[in-house]
Nanobody, 128 residues
Framework: QVRLVESGGGLVQAGDSLTLSCATT????????MGWFRQAPGKEREFAAA????????YYTASVKGRFTISRNYAKNTLDLQMNSLRPEDTAVYYC?????????????????????WGQGTQVTVSS
């Protein structure tokens, strides 16, 4: 059974750092494309960062590139998101997601429609 559980959210000040972690089951972390999305109040869920299978290639939306780092922790079976230089506009519920892929497919996935599994989300609030 596939299960994703996010943790690490909280209330921080602008400029602070925070690390989100997504605990996984079902052998996901090494076998699925994965990503982080976020949803601010009154807005649609949007892509933040993604990591592909096998070679762990990464991709970021422009607003977080250079500040956020997505990574897999194979020892802990987690997907992590290191967030630095946080801004008030980063305030949102952050979700991790996993997508099945064909063997050998290493593409990153940025569309919500292509993800098969989702966590329940963790709130990140950045005060100015």
């Amino acid at each position: 059974q596939v299960r994703l559980v996010e943790s690490g959210g909280g209330l921080v000040q602008a400029g602070d750092s925070l690390t989100l972690s997504c605990a996984t089951t079902g052998g996901i972390v090494g076998n699925y494309a994965m990503g982080w999305f976020r949803q601010a109040p009154g807005k649609e869920r949007e892509f933040a960062a993604a990591i592909g299978r096998i070679i762990d290639n990464t991709y970021y939306t422009a607003s977080v590139k250079g500040r956020f780092t997505i990574s897999r922790n194979y020892a802990k079976n987690t997907l992590d998101l290191q967030m630095n230089s946080l801004r008030p506009e980063d305030t949102a519920v952050y979700y991790c997601a996993a997508a099945r892929q064909s063997p050998g497919d290493t593409r990153v996935i940025v569309s919500t429609r292509d993800y098969n599994y989702w966590g329940q989300g963790t709130q990140v609030t950045v005060s100015s």
